[in-house]
């Protein structure tokens, strides 16, 4: 009886510690790093891209969608170039990213948002990253859709409601393509 009481419990303690909840975090700390790969990986692209002012590249960059919703596709990254001024010389990351992800039955979306610092040998920029690496329901979203960039001291203005960047009030505000709200 002794040894059925020793052998259950053993058996329970080990079930409890491979039990899927575990197992879960493991995949979910996986996960997150290939997201933060991809994402930057992602921002990479973005900015060779910058560097070699490659408008061909901005489109395999970005979504099929985001071409599309976008206001001037083109007119955005002759914006950009125009608004980066000096050479790229360094990056830095931020916190993140921020994953939002959804699976409805196997209908799969997720949305990666990354955070960077890019310095030029005139100025600091902050760079926010919107992609959708994954829309299994929607292939033509699959890509970044937005990029938006602003001087680094102007950083904390994108997220002020009252400023109507990607916030009105407490609405999130979606934009596609390049996107430069404070010149």
Not at 46 to 71: G, H, L, M, P, R
Not at 115 to 129: E, R
Not at 155 to 176: P, R, T
Request: hydrophobic share 35%; charged share 30%.
């Amino acid at each position: 009886m002794r040894k059925l009481i020793i052998s259950s419990i053993l058996i329970l303690g080990m079930l409890f510690l491979c039990s899927c909840s575990l197992g879960n975090s493991r995949t979910e700390m996986l996960n997150k790093d290939s997201d933060e790969t991809k994402a930057q990986a992602r921002f990479e692209e973005v900015i060779e891209a910058i560097k070699n002012n490659d408008k061909d590249a901005w489109k395999t960059i970005f979504s099929k969608q985001a071409v599309d919703d976008a206001d001037d596709f083109n007119g955005g990254a002759d914006q950009l170039a125009g608004f980066i001024q000096g050479e790229i010389n360094s990056w830095e990351k931020l916190d993140g990213p921020t994953v939002f992800e959804s699976n409805d039955y196997g209908h799969v979306k997720k949305e990666v948002s990354s955070y960077y610092y890019v310095n030029t040998d005139k100025q600091k920029y902050f760079f926010l990253l919107r992609d959708y690496p994954v829309d299994t329901d929607h292939p033509d979203n699959v890509g970044l859709y937005m990029l938006l960039v602003v001087k680094a001291e102007d950083e904390k203005n994108i997220y002020d409601g009252d400023q109507k960047i990607l916030y009105d009030g407490k609405e999130k505000i979606s934009h596609a393509g390049i996107y430069i709200p404070i010149k």
